[in-house]
């Protein structure tokens, strides 16, 4: 059975910085590609980064530079640090297990979705 479990979401003040956590079991992370999305009230679903199996990483525009995403495979956990948080970060994160992912024109797209957590709120306010 597989199960995809967040953790680490936190209240920051903006420019702070947070590490999210993404422990995931019945799965192969050599064979999955996970990635991090997120929902905010009133708004889209957006996919923010994203792990494929073969290491290769992607990024939506809105966070390159400050989100980064590494996997540790002994652990089968995903991580999302995201620094010089911003107000409009402000979300429920998602991680979800695919079968790739891509980015275009911006923008991260997933394929064949497998399974997603239930998430991990993260405020940025003062």
């Known amino acids: 059975q597989v199960q995809l479990v967040e953790s680490g979401g936190d209240l920051v003040q903006p420019g702070g910085s947070v590490r999210l956590s993404c422990a995931a079991s019945?799965?192969?992370?050599?064979?999955?590609?996970i990635g991090w999305f997120r929902q905010a009230p009133g708004k889209e679903r957006e996919g923010v980064s994203c792990?494929?199996?073969?290491?290769?990483?992607v990024y939506a525009d809105s966070v390159k530079g400050r989100f980064t995403i590494s996997r540790d495979n002994n652990k089968n956990t995903v991580h999302l640090k995201m620094n010089s948080l911003k107000p409009e970060d402000t979300a429920t994160y998602h991680c979800?297990?695919?079968?790739?992912?891509?980015?275009?024109?911006?923008?991260?797209?997933?394929?064949?979705?497998?399974?997603w957590g239930e998430g991990t709120l993260v405020t940025v306010s003062n």
């Open positions: 979800a297990a695919h079968g790739h992912c891509t980015v275009e024109a911006g923008k991260v797209y997933y394929y064949g979705l497998e399974s």
């Open positions: 792990i494929n199996h073969d290491g290769s990483i």
């Open positions: 019945g799965l192969d992370l050599d064979v999955y590609a």
